[in-house]
């Protein structure tokens, strides 16, 4: 487990709210709970919670442009951190154009996936690791390599803060227990105090394992049998039978989870989906991708994907000029 001073980032969930219904997805949006959307106080505490923090603070859903005050959002968490420091995860969903200047002021560093392509692929996040691996030590073990916790971001959504975004995500669904206090320098926390938020989350969760990933489109999850009981009466998508019960009775590689790359996860598909709203993308020192608008563009302009490469004394605050 990482210390979250040396994770990607933190994730600020202002909502679950999503336009997909992806299957295996990671904050389990789509049909299985009712939405939330954060409210503004809640959003200025938790901005103000990570002052200090040195890594990237990132914004999130569901899908975060749907959120009615997201440009309201922006605008604070600008005046308190500089761009570079700030992400953006989205789908950048149609109709929602006119967020696109905000969305280059505000942020530095986007992450652009619109799960419209059939090779991408959810790992089974509801298929309990404690349902597969029977003995305790060896769970555990896997437990501790994690690649969500280990290369992805801490969270905080309506339950708290969390030391691991699947974590937070299953506090909602599960509606378990409350996260740590938004609070200044809840992020300095190390390893030695996750053990009761691991102990809760990660035995029910499929992370830790090699397990069979499922096309995003397929809008069905993945479940072993105890987290299908839990959810029924809980998950409208479990009631409608929309998930696929995981054989528990046959055996899993058991060594820490390692998922290739994912060919999608290239320049080009990103820039075909930030064209959508006259955007281009050139990369970020920290391994994301910085967005710039061209400012003459308007809807049903011609993409701008061929804008991989710019002069960077024509750019101003996210612009090109």
Not at 10 to 21: D, F, G, K, L
Not at 24 to 45: A, E, I, L, V, W
Not at 92 to 99: A, C, D, I, R, S
Not at 132 to 146: F, G, Y
Request: negative net charge; proline residues 8%.
């Amino acid at each position: 487990m990482k210390p979250l001073t040396q994770k990607d980032g933190v994730q600020i969930e202002i909502t679950n709210y999503c336009i997909h219904a992806c299957s295996n997805c990671t904050r389990f949006c789509g049909s299985h709970q009712h939405h939330y959307y954060m409210d503004y106080d809640y959003f200025q505490k938790a901005v103000d919670s990570l002052e200090g923090y040195p890594r990237i603070i990132g914004v999130m859903g569901g899908e975060p442009l749907l959120h009615p005050e997201f440009e309201r959002f922006c605008n604070y968490l600008a005046s308190k951190f500089p761009r570079e420091q700030l992400g953006l995860w989205s789908t950048l969903p149609h109709g929602y154009e006119q967020h696109r200047a905000v969305i280059c002021r505000t942020f530095g560093n986007i992450l652009l996936n619109d799960h419209t392509l059939p090779e991408v692929m959810h790992a089974p996040l509801l298929v309990g690791i404690e349902e597969l691996v029977p003995d305790k030590a060896t769970m555990w073990q896997l437990i501790d390599n994690c690649w969500v916790q280990n290369a992805w971001s801490a969270a905080i959504n309506p339950k708290g803060a969390f030391f691991c975004e699947v974590a937070a995500a299953r506090a909602i669904l599960f509606d378990s227990s409350d996260g740590w206090p938004i609070e200044k320098g809840w992020w300095k926390r190390i390893p030695a105090f996750y053990k009761e938020q691991m102990e809760e989350h990660c035995p029910g969760c499929g992370g830790a394992l090699m397990l069979p990933a499922r096309t995003s489109m397929d809008e069905r999850d993945d479940i072993s049998p105890k987290n299908l009981e839990r959810l029924k009466g809980i998950s409208r998508k479990v009631d409608r039978g929309e998930v696929v019960l995981f054989d528990t009775s046959k055996p899993v590689p058991i060594h820490p989870s390692r998922y290739p790359p994912q060919e999608y996860k290239n320049g080009p598909y990103r820039q075909e989906v930030a064209a959508r709203y006259g955007m281009f993308l050139v990369m970020s020192e920290r391994g994301f991708w910085d967005p710039y608008l061209k400012q003459t563009w308007s809807p049903g302009d011609a993409p701008l994907s061929h804008l991989v490469t710019i002069d960077p004394v024509k750019v101003q605050h996210g612009y090109v000029v």
